[in-house]
């Protein structure tokens, strides 16, 4: 294998021809009319930037993977892999000249091991539909981004996907214990263990899991799995201010009650939701707060009257244990429909900064001044319990002095969160959006040894270059 | 500053005048007197080699680690981290010509935090001593390594040490939010983070928690706590073979329970703690399991049936739940005792191999005959419930043909680690004793990317030589 520097853009002339690489892949690999490459040149993160790939390989086995990462070393070309597209960062924005390598057609769930509570599954895998099949065996896979009908575990995985539960189960590196990884130098391998615990050298499963791609290609996931867990009850919560609902996510904390969920929906979120789609609910606040319990028998219930309790201390106008198991779906359907519903505004710029939950009430209102600040509308959903927050700012579909003023808003929100001893994001990666934010956050002698790590891992540069660190 | 590179050797003649590196610090910071640093010079890892080393350092600040480890640089010297010498893999082993830096005059818990649910720690902080610390504000610091009353933090965190009720709340690494660090450059750092959730840039935490001091040394740690939990359980089993108790750790795990303790003892460590401190326990079988669950309330007796029904439906002689809370802790203080119990009986050299749940009851019948094989006393502690066994093999002091038997045991039992699907370390890291299973383990490209990861944190080789991967 010889190999080529990374070309540093697209330039048709100097292009590789890709019918070399399509031939030593099976027919229907690698697509490359303008059609393909469009529908795969880009995330859900809209704001940021993107180019039409060279190709779109969709390898159905790990050795595709590998056969599709040895030709782009070969030729010098960028690698960037890709699950549903889901994503909020950019991490799997398409680079000009670049391969985006799509796992959809890598999705099967391979193994389920009751007894080591283990999954076995390609990147592919929506999480949702992993979800399911541990259920069919009295399991269960907790993590579970408001993207899981959708998002896949290899996704999941790239980004260190959070989620609602994560507040009292972690999140998807918690549950990672080995990965297949195509590296930078085109080596197929397996890091981490099936085992319950393991010290046997780095623990590289961790630094592969949230690095976007940037470190190697996941082409298998073993994750950790729980017994299924006692049913949750609900308790919701209505605030006749932002800073209200904050202040009683903080008394939960304070209470020391680790709910199982606790979100937070504005007005703007649920006005959104209720001209979309009626779920009745009926939301005479400005936020709400949609906790859930899941301890179980009697322990539960003193949690749940624990939370309500802590609800009514904070100044909720109405707060209530809901036994109406209809009307608790609903509102976390609310919760799970906010972004969609609010996309049907405009444009929306997605933010996710985290904060230590006792400061969850200084930084909503120190987002809702930005929003006043900037004349921009800012929605908020937030996974209010552990502290990370989604101000939604959203701007009419062209207006480009509204799109300027959100930019600056999202600047500001970044810096108000690292004022707040917080992190630029909480769950949906750096990608692209947050590359300045991450500057930011880290001392240049970290962004350093982020650097020297990718130089050693990737050392051709050629995985999802451009994403996470220069 | 300038760099030379690490001298291969001791050679007295050679060797740079740490007299200049004391006088960087406060008076007492550099001990070189022989009787320190044959103090300082190994770990409880007595079948490892060590080498006295030049100097032994007790900073009493990061700034003071800071300018050792720039000194160490400037002169081309190893450094080698160490807490308090409890390490079983010969990590903290002195290397000829180097600085043994002890962190026990850095043993401040500096902050606890019941809002966020965390503490910050100095390295040289017992776990012991951080426990009691976090319980005085109801507050709870899991991982208890059996070495829990001397063993600090700090090195806790170089072995990502496991322990008694990680079967149910996992490891070191699964606590550690951030960390303070000096850097292979002799950079002052923070990595990680205060929040809940966050993924700014790769997972640095994880990938330094387990690396044995080879990749930075840790100068302050910032660790997640949960708050106190139900009161515990305990179900006894006596059992008439190791293979039947192993069959009840398997039926344990299929029936869906996680018990927040599954210890194995066998006859070998009761008699070796019978003999030396009476704690009354009646052992006349060849191993028992003792179980702790803690679900609250009605949910934990539950569990507790349930371990009880797993235990006699794979044939115990003997099972009962322990009402009487001073005899199920006079079991679980056998379990404590019977490693220095059984060192009363001759050099012990300690296993850690971790299999899958399922294979325990073939791992233990493997290591019996591996002793029968080698005509060699093993006796067994294991973390049980996930599968991390400690086969301890102990030969009379002085019998050289016995330590090379041992030796072959040692490794015959490695080797049957692997072939279940297991690790050649569940919780002691690598250090000397496990680079040869470390090998074995890992694939070739699996060892290069720690090789690159090692060269790019620690460019100029002092950081912690000979440790871990070469």
Redesign the interface.
Same mark, same amino acid.
């Given at each position: 294998m010889t190999l080529s520097a990374v070309r540093p853009q697209s330039d048709a002339a100097d292009l590789p021809d890709v019918a070399g690489l399509a031939a030593l892949l099976p027919a229907g690999t690698i697509l490359t009319d303008p059609a393909s490459t469009a529908r795969y040149s880009h995330d859900e993160a809209e704001w940021a930037p993107w180019a039409q790939p060279l190709a779109v390989a969709r390898p159905t086995c790990s050795e595709g993977v590998r056969t599709i990462v040895r030709w782009c070393l070969e030729h010098g070309v960028p690698v960037v892999p890709r699950g549903a597209g889901t994503g909020l960062s950019g991490g799997a924005n398409a680079v000009a000249g670049g391969i985006v390598v799509s796992f959809e057609r890598m999705a099967a769930v391979l193994r389920i091991d009751?007894?080591?509570?283990l999954a076995v599954v390609q990147p592919g895998v929506v999480n949702d539909d992993l979800r399911a099949a541990c259920a069919e065996q @009295?399991l269960w896979y907790p993590p579970d981004p408001a993207s899981s009908p959708w998002s896949t575990i290899g996704g999941n995985v790239a980004?260190?996907a959070?989620g609602v539960c994560? &507040?009292k189960y972690g999140?998807t590196?918690?549950y990672v214990l080995a990965l297949e990884v195509v590296?930078g130098?085109g080596?197929l391998?397996?890091?981490g263990?099936?085992?319950?615990?393991?010290?046997?050298?780095?623990?590289?499963v961790?630094?592969l899991?949230?690095?976007e791609g940037t470190?190697g290609l996941v082409t298998e996931v073993t994750v950790r799995l729980?017994?299924?867990r006692?049913p949750e009850q609900t308790v919701v919560g209505f605030f006749g201010s932002l800073v209200a609902a904050g202040e009683a996510v903080?008394a939960v904390?304070?209470a020391?009650? &680790?709910p199982s969920a606790l979100e937070l929906l504005d007005q703007h979120c649920l006005d959104a939701v209720n001209a979309w789609k009626d779920l009745g609910i009926d939301a005479d606040c400005e936020a709400i707060l949609l906790a859930r319990v899941d301890?179980?028998?009697?322990?539960g219930a003193a949690e749940a009257d624990a939370v309500l309790a802590s609800f009514e201390s904070s100044g909720a106008s109405f707060a209530a244990r809901s036994d109406d198991e209809a009307e608790a779906d609903a509102m976390f359907a609310a919760r799970r429909l906010a972004y969609p519903a609010l996309e049907r505004l405009g444009p929306v710029l997605t933010e996710d900064v985290?904060? %230590?939950?006792?400061r969850v009430p200084e930084m909503l209102a120190r987002v809702q001044a930005i929003g006043v600040q900037h004349d921009v509308l800012i929605a908020n959903i937030a996974?209010a319990?552990?502290?990370?927050l989604h101000p939604l700012i959203i701007t009419p579909a062209g207006d480009e002095a509204a799109r300027v003023r959100a930019q600056a808003a999202f600047d500001d929100i970044i810096g108000e969160a690292l004022a707040c001893? @917080?992190? &630029?994001?909480?769950?949906?990666?750096?990608g692209l959006l947050?590359r300045a @934010?991450?500057a930011a956050?880290?001392?240049l002698?970290?962004?350093d040894?982020?650097r020297?790590?990718r130089?050693?891992?990737d %050392?051709h540069g050629v995985l999802n270059p451009g994403k996470?660190?220069g």
């Open positions: 009751p007894v080591e509570r @009295g980004t260190n959070g994560c &507040v999140v590196g918690d590296t130098t080596e391998v397996r890091v263990r099936e085992t319950a615990k393991g010290v046997a050298g780095y623990d590289l961790s630094l899991v949230g690095s470190l729980r017994p299924a006692a903080a904390a304070r020391g009650i &680790v301890a179980p028998g009697a322990a985290c904060v %230590p939950v006792g996974h319990g552990d502290g990370n001893g @917080g992190t &630029v994001t909480g769950e949906h990666g750096v947050k @934010g991450l956050e880290l001392p002698a970290v962004l040894m982020h020297a790590i130089r050693a891992l %050392p996470v660190v």
